[in-house]
């Protein structure tokens, strides 16, 4: 039965079952325990996040707390992948993927290549990415282009409570370093999630919103503001098809080309900045694979070529809203040769 | 090798630095407090991390600074840019995200910066400073200015990777540097009992090949003294120290922050260790300075702080001609 719960919850829910199941998966980050060696009460955080809270009490010795050492714990999550434990760490910020990147790309991502496709490394680690709460340069990019740009990472980046369960569920299961993407201003948006557990599979993108005269493929929170978009779109006479990739890596080009080649006509919209991200990967995709089928130039709705700035008057205008995504699909749908 | 310093001694310094010293404490203290109520009301945007209660640390290592010296910062950072001597205004603009800010409204409370006095800037990533300070301490030296560069952390940052690899460098290079390890007891909501793995952050000096020195952080003649001696050390080419001051953080980890791990150490550092109560008693006890400057220093910090809040609400936000500038020097 469905019932609604926030993308917190879903999440929480979805590591809890998942702990259930199978004694294998652990939880590991900083202050997910709570706070160690703390005088106070137990379970006091659950993450910066809150999103592991309550799991310490009911799956004891499995939600450890970390000292600040990113490299040491993240790279220890992923060694212990590789000796039958399936961890779920959490590095708090996407940011900080900094400290502790060599753990990530030169080591988790290589290791079924290099090795000769004899390792396995069921890891998964959970970060929260995205602008909006005024968290300033060091925290609040989307950096997910850079994982997906790497081979032998899975890259996840869920829309909504919903897709957090079902994504975070396949991603404990799933058997190589996955990359789960939370939006930070998400964690309290509310949906419909059922109780049962249940996956969503990999490289199936979900088609938001059907529509005949503009393919919209958005990402991440983006989903949402494209909906948005759409909704006021439709009162005058364009019709959006909305497209959710839900993984960047495994991407499903087929749903993103079958969309274009019946509309003609792309916007892509991508918090990220805007080289060499989601959105100019999927542009180059149509472009090469569906050129015969475009009848406007390819839109592209990004954040600027800029670091995330602080204050509000800024953040606002910089990341993608609704009305950008609006004037975008219009001049797509108005275009002609 | 650790020592732990007894209480210090105050004669070294003259009535016109020790007032110097209550100024910036105080400055400190009311800003942080200031903020701790204006956030309540709403009206400061993202994450503010205050330095109440760790005042003595910033203000005693940087007595020891002049303009050839750089310090690098934490996410609470406050209070190491009133020690630097950041413009208090520019401080409060910059946390309302005004253009009036140190840094343009577009750093936030965790990036104030002002490279003309030396100050690297706060820092959102744990960690971060202490490798930077390394730099400008080779600058320093390379340079011959006689600068010394300070790495402020906490107990969390004293975990990671890039504070040990720092520390190791440091002394590999016989860097002027000096670490202040700011131990207030928690990282978020982990305790440093747990989360350090020696007795001491200053123990862990020994293996870097520098001296260790433990502080009690509420009391700023203690700081003073260990941080003149680190300053002194660097200066003269005896390279890098590593000094722990203990002491506790007085709000929540950030602004919001229940705190429901903790204990009832706040009311009772604050009744009986705090850092501003303690230096009043002192300096009035020994006759070294007028109870009635004190007070005078405590009404004119009030009016600045007004004055610094007043001014940072009315203050202009940044426009859209801001967002794309100053991402490089030339592109
Ligand atoms: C690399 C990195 N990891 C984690 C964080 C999140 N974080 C911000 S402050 C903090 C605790 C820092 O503790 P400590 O170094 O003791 O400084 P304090 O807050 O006590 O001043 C953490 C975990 C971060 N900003 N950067
Ligand atoms: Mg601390």
Known sequence: ?337 | MTDTLSTAVSHELDENALLEAYRTMRTIRAFEERLHDEFATGEIPGFVHLYAGEEASATGVCAHLDGRDSIASTHRGHGHCIAKGVDVKAMMAEIYGKKTGSCHGKGGSMHIADLSKGMLGANGIVGGGPPLICGTALAAKQRGTGGVGVAFFGDGASNQGTTLESLNLASVWNLPAIFVAENNGYAEATSSSWSVAADNIADRAAGFGMPGVIVDGFDFFAVHEAAGEAVQRAREGGGPTLIEVKFTRYFGHFEGDQQTYRAKEVAEARAKLDCLKRFRARVTETGQVDAARLDAIDTQVADLIDAAVEEAKAAPKPTAADLETDVYVSY
Not at chain 1, 108 to 129: D, H, Q, S, W
Not at chain 1, 147 to 169: N, R
Not at chain 1, 223 to 232: F, I, K, L, N
Not at chain 1, 284 to 299: C, D, N, Q, T
């Open chain 1, 1 to 337: 039965m469905a019932r609604t719960i926030s993308y917190r919850e879903a999440l929480n829910e979805a590591l809890a079952q998942e702990m259930e199941r199978d004694e294998s998966v652990i939880v590991l980050g900083e202050d997910n325990a709570g706070g160690a060696g703390s005088p106070g009460e137990d379970d006091a955080w659950g993450g910066v996040l809150g999103v592991t809270k309550g799991l310490y009490h009911r799956f004891p010795g499995r939600v450890l707390d970390t000292p600040i050492s990113e490299s040491a714990f993240v790279g220890a999550a992923i060694g212990a992948a590789t000796r039958g434990l399936r961890p779920v760490a959490e590095l708090m910020f996407i940011d900080f993927m900094g400290v502790c990147f060599d753990q990530i790309f030169n080591q988790a991502a290589k290791f079924r290549y290099m090795f000769g496709g004899k390792a396995e490394t069921p890891v998964v680690i959970r970060t929260m990415y995205g602008a909006g709460l005024r968290a300033a340069a060091q925290h609040s990019q989307a950096l997910y282009p850079i994982f997906t740009h790497i081979p032998g990472l899975k890259v996840v980046v869920p829309s909504s409570p919903y897709e957090a369960k079902g994504l975070m569920i396949q991603s404990i299961r799933d058997s190589d370093p996955v990359i789960f993407c939370e939006h930070k201003a998400m964690y309290d948006t509310t949906g419909d999630v059922p109780e049962d557990s249940y996956t969503i599979p990999f490289g199936e993108a979900n088609v938001v919103r059907d529509g005949d005269d503009v393919t919209v493929v958005a990402i991440g929170r983006m989903v949402s503001v494209a909906e948005e978009a759409a909704r006021e779109l439709s009162t005058s006479g364009i019709e959006v098809e909305i497209i959710d990739p839900r993984t960047t890596s495994p991407l499903d080009e087929e749903t993103i080309l079958e969309s274009v080649e019946n509309t003609g006509r792309l916007v892509v919209v991508d918090e990220a900045t805007p080289r060499c991200n989601l959105a100019t990967d999927i542009s180059a995709l149509v472009a090469k694979e569906a050129f015969g089928s475009l009848r406007a130039p390819i839109e592209m709705v990004t954040a600027p070529h800029t670091p995330v700035p602080f204050s509000d008057a800024l953040e606002d205008l910089y990341i993608p809203d609704a009305q950008r995504v609006a004037n975008a699909v219009k001049s797509v749908a108005g275009w002609t040769r």
